[in-house]
């Protein structure tokens, strides 16, 4: 340090170096301590639990142990894991195949009209996403207003289940993910160079392949991270299974959130959350070698 | 040519069809403030009690007054702190800056359930009291990346020359952050405080594990109602914050329209330059 304040400088910057140095450790600080504190200490604090013993009346004793882990493979949960992988993998499949088309719409219109379809789009989650999912169910319920119509029409004779039920909780989810989904697809095809697909279309090639050859390669980082948006906080939304399932389908985020609740089980919800969180690591793991961007999981 | 018209038009009746999936349970929602029926299931008849009882109810307006309070708190926090994280590791590559950044990252890739569990064990065993504080902690740790993000990349498309002109014509680092710096990254605080603030907003998972027993927040509220049918009060409130909100975007898009029209006529002027 007193060396470099030595060497000769350029005139009009005094002492550079080590004022810079100080801004930047000053604008760094209350972000590092944010995040060791309250990201990286409650991490760890959560691997660490996931190796200790239930002690009676959801107390805690400090011997480790793996049968927090060893209890996930019990056949009990195999369903709930199926059941999350189900009603997630449903709700990622749709919610791209819906959104795709409308971020191209988006990424079409002029810049005016895409900002305000998008702010269109948020519009209804910003309100409160539980009281307008609630919706949901005075539109499906057996007396509700679609089974209404449809029988007023003549058209059913019975009352559709439609609550209550896995069709129920992914319409719920996709009404949920699908506006978070749209952005970054919509930002990786509003990327794309127009000249490339005339160039595809100039060589001879119908409008399937040159969507299937040329588009898709090239806006697959923006459906990667759809995919992430949608399928990562689906399996944790217990509330959504809740409100539209009925409580009798359970999934990942509704266990976890059990141990902590009524079952006063820490380790194994603790154990649940980090193979979750590695699940998801690999996910993440995979899409940034894929060359996708994590900056675009935000925006 | 007739093809494509075709296809066009196909394109715009699917966004509409989706446009209205994502309307008709809004539509539901403010008719159903309207009802009469408490358990608010099926329609019974038509009336206005909901809002007149709204007015007069302290309990739902305190909860309001507390969500609103955390989510003001909270962009408060996340706003600065993430803004002083992307402008300090701006050029930071060392292991520990990476460590630091990409942490950062963690509460938008993980369930919101994990980190809720995370951070409730925490404060369990390092016996710092739920509550208020503690539900503000929280929210800002998920909000922190988006404001992280946002500044992020409007510093990155930023032109380094004119941070150096400031400095080289005498103007120390702290004149230069508060009259080059912040400045050019407004837009980016400006949408990542929204961001923060619309989110913690409709915070569900982490407030109500960080929550003590005297605490409750609208989605709280509504949670809690949910079994026995939610009240057409808070149809009638979420209608509320709804107008207001659609308000603020009409407000936004006149006030953006006229900029519009006077940069276009400022533009036909000669130039006094």
Known sequence: MKKSEEKPRPKGRPK??????????????????????FIIAPFCLLAFMSFMTKGPLGSIQYTPTLDNYKEILNPVYADVIKQSLVVAGWTTTLTILMGYPLAGFIAKVKSKTSSLLTILLMLPLWVSGLVVLYSFVILLNNSGIINTILMKLHLLKEPLALLYNNFAIVVGMIYMFLPFA?????????KLDPGLIEASKDLGAGPVKTFCKVTLPLTSPGVFAAIILTFIPCIGYYMVTDMLGGGTSLMIGNLIYRQFTISRNW??????????AVIIFLMVFIYTKLGGDLDDLGA | MKKKKIINGLHKTYVLLLFLFFY???????????????ANVVWQGFTTKWYLKLMGDSELWGIFGTTVLI???TTIFASVVGTMGAIGYKKSKGKLAKLITNSTYFPIVIPEIVLAVALFMIFNTSGFSLGIPAIVIGNTTICL????ITVKSRLVGMEPSIEEASLDLGADRIYTLFHITIPQIMPGIVSGAFMAFSLSLDELIITSFLADAGTTTLPMKVYSMMKKGISPEINALATVIFTVSILCVVIYLAVDGIRTIKAVKARKKPRDL
């Open chain 1, 267 to 276: 380790p194994f919800g603790a154990a649940l959350s980090v193979v979750l």
């Open chain 2, 71 to 73: 989510a003001v708190l």
């Open chain 1, 182 to 190: 749209v952005l970054p697809m919509y930002s990786s095809i509003e």
């Open chain 2, 24 to 38: 008709a349970p809004v539509a539901v929602m403010i008719l159903f403030s309207f009802n009469t029926s408490k």
């Open chain 1, 16 to 37: 550079k170096t080590r004022r810079e140095r100080m801004t930047t450790l000053i604008m760094q600080a209350p972000m590092t301590i944010w995040a060791a504190l």
């Open chain 2, 145 to 148: 990346p988006y404001v992280y």
